[in-house]
């Protein structure tokens, strides 16, 4: 596909701002009606999808260019989705796949940013799109005697991510991980030096290549691990196993779970049971790539019929976030006794970015901590004692935020909460 196949989508687009808000039933309120962080922030049209179809169509014709302006625009997005699912409320079109396309022709063309430049370099180089060193990426399970998967057959792979392996504030929930999954007998084993980045940042920044190169490396040690089930705990990994590579035509041929899927999973089979009490009010942030960009990929081949309404032949179905990954985290977390989870306004498909996609807490970490805290005033008007996620680069967004404007509310991964009550 190129920025030239999906023109109709852009010419489409009636600019009727719905990609903007949350769809108008949902509203209860003034406060927290928008569902994109960056016509939010920036409050001018060229920074909604909308805007940005209207400047694709622009780039096509040669009425625009790659001005710094242009690009400025373009890679301030963090990529979430959330105006792909507020338009298709109501529309049959896509709205997400032109925001990828240009970002594919910006780098085709040699127009990128710099700064993600060096994220992809370093991913080139080390396999890595978080700072660290390959030897040392499965330093975090030292003494917790786990079977080393690039070795060795297992059940179940457990991939851990680039951030939780190498930020060490985050390698209790891998560590936690592991303990529930031995608690659990479940055959499971890492890859611990041998693991690499599955490739979704590249695909959200725009470098498709690099994408498509990860994604042949992690197929490879699918394979050579035997596991018939690949679990992880990072929503960026779980989207690009789960959607972005049989997208791209690289399926893989193993079951691919998120943890918190397992987890229910291990649940339901008595495997794991939470007794101890936990005591806390808790309010759940749905991560965007687990929850409206988790949902299975729906392939299609066609052709649209011309007209005033949009039909294809065969019928076409399409992707609108309702069957994310939604359920089983909160089957979780009221699983546990004593816990108590209380709902923010905008959750599930509708979900408020955690502000770390698209490459923007590295090209642009002051609207990335904004787009953060405006989650944490949203979480904290519930009453919750503490915001829990699934997902590593929220849980390190929240955090920062968090901790940045001397606020007390607590972060956890579901799988720390579970790790203490089972």
Same mark, same amino acid.
């Given at each position: 596909?190129?920025l ?9 687009c ?18 927290n009606?928008?569902v ?14 909308g ?70 370099n ?14 040392k990426?499965?330093?975090?399970? &030292?003494? %917790?005697?786990?079977k080393?998967?690039? !070795?060795?057959? +297992?059940? #179940? $792979?457990?991939h851990?991510g680039? =951030? ?25 084993g ?37 596991a018939?089930i ?11 196993? &789960?959607? %972005? ?5 690289? !399926?893989?041929? +193993?079951? #691919? $779970?998120?943890?918190?899927?397992? =987890? ?29 960009l988790?949902?299975p ?8 019929i ?21 359920e ?49 005033v ?17 849980e ?27």
């Open positions: 596909m190129a030239e196949d999906v023109r109709k989508e852009m010419e489409t009636r600019r009727c701002s719905a990609c903007k808000f949350i769809p108008l039933e949902m509203v209860n309120g003034y406060e009606t928008y994109c962080p960056s016509i939010a922030r920036y409050d001018f049209h060229t920074y909604s999808a805007g940005r179809m209207v400047t694709g169509v622009a780039l096509l014709e040669d009425r625009v260019g790659y001005s710094d302006k242009f690009i400025e625009v373009v890679y301030n997005c963090q990529m979430c989705g959330a105006c792909d699912v507020a338009c298709k409320y109501a529309m049959d079109m896509e709205v997400l796949e032109p925001l990828y396309e240009i970002r594919f022709r910006c780098v085709e063309e040699g127009h990128t940013n710099p700064v993600l430049d060096k994220v992809i370093m991913l080139r180089k080390q396999k890595t799109m978080v700072a660290g060193i390959q030897s990426r499965g330093d975090w399970a &030292k003494g %917790l005697d786990v080393d998967a690039s !070795k060795e057959q +297992v059940k #179940v $792979l457990y851990v680039c =951030l939780t392996s190498y930020d060490k504030d985050l390698w209790k929930v891998a560590q936690a991980t592991v303990s529930l999954l031995k608690k659990a007998g479940v055959d499971a890492i890859a611990g030096a041998n693991e690499v980045c599955c490739g979704g940042r590249a695909y959200q920044m725009g470098y498709k290549e690099d994408f498509m190169n990860q994604a042949k490396k992690n197929l490879e040690m699918f394979k050579k691990s035997g018939e690949v679990v992880t705990s990072c929503a960026d990994g779980y989207q690009a196993f &789960k959607v %972005l590579y049989e997208k791209c035509g690289m !399926k893989p041929d +193993v079951e #691919v $779970l998120h943890i918190t899927e397992y =987890l229910d999973r291990l649940i339901k089979e008595g495997k794991l049971e939470p007794k101890k009490k936990v005591d806390l009010t808790v309010t759940y942030h749905d991560p965007c790539r687990l929850g409206r988790g949902e990929y729906i392939p299609w081949e066609g052709r649209e011309p007209g005033h309404v949009r039909l294809f032949d065969p019928p076409r179905e399409f992707m609108r976030g309702t069957y994310g990954v939604y089983p985290p909160r089957k979780v977390l009221k699983s546990i006794p004593g816990l108590q989870l209380v709902e923010m306004g905008r959750i599930k498909e509708y979900t408020w970015c955690c502000g770390s996609g698209g490459g923007v807490e590295t090209s642009n970490p002051d609207y990335a901590a904004w787009t953060a805290n405006e989650r944490i949203e979480a904290d008007s519930t009453g919750a004692d503490a915001l829990v996620s699934a997902c590593p680069w929220c390190k967004a929240f955090s920062d935020s968090i901790n940045s404007q001397g606020g007390s509310m607590k972060v956890y991964d579901i799988v720390e909460l579970l790790d203490k009550a089972v």
